[in-house]
């Protein structure tokens, strides 16, 4: 599995395809944190903000850089499509934890704020939940369930209004509001990692879906 992921994570990383969400993070960032001199746990919302489209495109980038024919090399060689689909995870896992240590790090150097290990350890956490939850959504609307990605892509951007708007709705929104409001970190963290269990849960439940159409069109 790891020399998989190890494969997976160098086709992207060589395709470049990994640029798009890249910069999309980094600006985003900089647009939401630039000017912010309030409490590091509102700017660790916005940045978690942030990871979920990056997360997203990122995922759809991934799955959709092999053609059919060269995916079915992989499948064979890896030992089936549920390996597959996991390595496809775990890589959209490192890239995302690469963008949170650049969301930990980024929102420090425009001011002169000096984070506690509460505050690092609930960006981190805020940051993975948004991470998970936008997985979640490329892989459902990634080319493994959807054929036409002008379908996949409408409904990629209705999940994500849903996810970010609905009250209550996601892990996500109810993560946001209520790190908005937080004035503590270290009473935040508690409902946070509840949150980031119940997003690594959606992200278990879509690749339980994705696998379930992949293997019905097999």
């Not at 000017?35 to 979920?52: C, H, K, N, Q, R």
């Not at 689909?85 to 001011?111: K, N, R």
């Not at 959504?137 to 990634?142: H, I, K, P, Y």
Request: glycine share 10%; aromatic share 4%.
């Amino acid at each position: 599995m790891i020399a998989l992921v190890g494969y997976m994570f160098t086709v992207l990383l060589l395709s470049q395809r990994y640029l798009a969400p890249l910069l999309l993070f980094l600006g985003l960032v900089a647009v939401l944190t630039g000017s912010d001199t309030g409490p590091l746990t509102a700017t660790y919302a916005s940045v978690a903000g942030a990871m979920l489209p990056c997360s997203v495109w990122l995922t759809m980038a991934l799955v959709g850089l092999e053609d059919r024919t060269h995916r079915s090399v992989v499948v064979v060689s890896a030992g089936g499509p549920l390996r597959v689909l996991l390595a496809t995870v775990g890589t959209a896992a490192v890239w995302c934890l690469l963008l949170t240590a650049a969301g930990l790090v980024l929102p420090l150097l425009s001011g002169t704020r000096a984070p506690g290990l509460a505050d690092l350890a609930l960006g981190t956490a805020a940051q993975l939940t948004c991470a998970f939850t936008g997985t979640a959504v490329g892989l459902v609307c990634s080319r493994l369930v959807f054929r036409r990605q002008g379908h996949a892509l409408v409904l990629a951007l209705v999940l994500l209004l849903a996810v970010l708007l609905g009250k209550g709705v996601s892990p996500v929104n109810i993560l946001l509001t209520h790190l908005q409001d937080a004035p503590d970190p270290a009473d935040a963290l508690a409902p946070t990692g509840a949150l980031l269990a119940a997003a690594a849960g959606l992200l278990a439940a879509a690749v339980a879906v994705t696998q379930a159409i992949t293997r019905r069109r097999a």
